[in-house]
């Protein structure tokens, strides 16, 4: 049974950083590109960053471009989520999740394409 689980999220003023962590189970982690994504009181579910399955590529949303970093640990199971500047409208509930094929060519944006996913992680950021 895959289980990806996060942790990390909390109530925090603007400017300060987070560090999001996501342990996966279940799962050959290593051959599988992760993905963040967040979800706002009243918004669709947002793509925020992708990592390819071995580390090498990774891919960010220009609204978090330059403040966000997403780096996974092989040998931990864990995709992380570093969190810098956060600002107000990042605040929700944020996912991580696995994309469905292994050892994909391509790192993806779409949620569709992400099968396994964890219960999600609140983050506010406060003014």
């Known amino acids: 049974q895959v289980q990806l689980v996060e942790s990390g999220g909390g109530l925090v003023q603007a400017g300060i950083s987070l560090r999001l962590s996501c342990a996966a189970s279940?799962?050959?982690?290593?051959?599988?590109?992760m993905g963040w994504f967040r979800q706002a009181p009243g918004k669709e579910r947002e793509f925020v960053a992708a990592?390819?399955?071995?580390?090498?590529?990774?891919l960010y949303a220009d609204s978090v471009k330059g403040r966000f970093t997403i780096s996974r640990d092989n040998a931990k199971n864990t995709v992380y989520l570093q969190m810098n500047s956060l600002k107000p409208e990042d605040t929700a509930v944020y996912y991580c999740?696995?994309?469905?094929?292994?050892?994909?060519?391509?790192?993806?944006?779409?949620?569709?394409?992400?099968?396994?996913w964890g219960q999600g992680t609140q983050v506010t950021v406060s003014s």
């Open positions: 999740a696995a994309d469905s094929v292994r050892r994909a060519a391509m790192l993806m944006t779409i949620s569709s394409r992400y099968n396994y």
């Open positions: 279940g799962l050959a982690f290593s051959t599988y590109s």
């Open positions: 990592i390819y399955w071995t580390g090498a590529r990774t």
